[in-house]
């Protein structure tokens, strides 16, 4: 999936996005950013009202860590920085992809898709971006 990443410092580059499905719903995103950059891998899932909550745990905790606080204040109101409550965090994003991916040297990266075909997963397009824990920004458009 093609992505542009601006880092912090605003540089901009394009990076690809690589997924692994394990299920209609699930599976595994992975991504580098740069050349010689930061590995980044994680799980992904489809949050649809039958969603098992155990599914979206380890997402969750991700999401709410104190890492993410700066984003609390961010003018659009989209990203819920720190989810009170699962059910609130569930609810906000049903119909949506969420990932948390883990970096190869420490940082973290938050993801959210909107998909074309739900049905078709990934391979039927949509658009989404990414918040890494050093200030950087992914876009995607797929």
């Not at 499905?21 to 799980?43: D, I, M, Q």
């Not at 992809?97 to 909107?114: E, I, P, Q, T």
């Not at 391979?123 to 200030?135: F, N, R």
Request: charged share 20%; aromatic share 14%.
């Amino acid at each position: 999936m093609p992505a542009r990443w601006a880092t912090a410092e605003g540089r901009s580059l394009d990076v690809p996005f690589t997924f692994e499905a394990e299920s209609a719903s699930a599976g595994v995103l992975f991504t580098t950013l740069g050349p010689g950059g930061e590995s980044f891998r994680g799980s992904y899932v489809l949050l649809q009202d039958a969603t098992a909550g155990h599914v979206v745990t380890a997402i969750y905790d991700g999401w709410s860590a104190p890492e993410w606080e700066l984003w609390e204040k961010q003018p659009d109101g989209q990203w819920m920085a720190e989810a009170t409550r699962f059910g609130d965090f569930a609810n906000f994003y049903t119909g949506q992809v969420l990932a948390y991916l883990s970096g190869s040297r420490g940082d973290a990266m938050r993801c959210r898709f909107r998909l074309g075909n739900p049905d078709a997963g990934f391979l039927g397009g949509g658009a989404g971006e990414c918040q890494a824990s050093d200030g950087g920004r992914v876009d995607l458009d797929f």
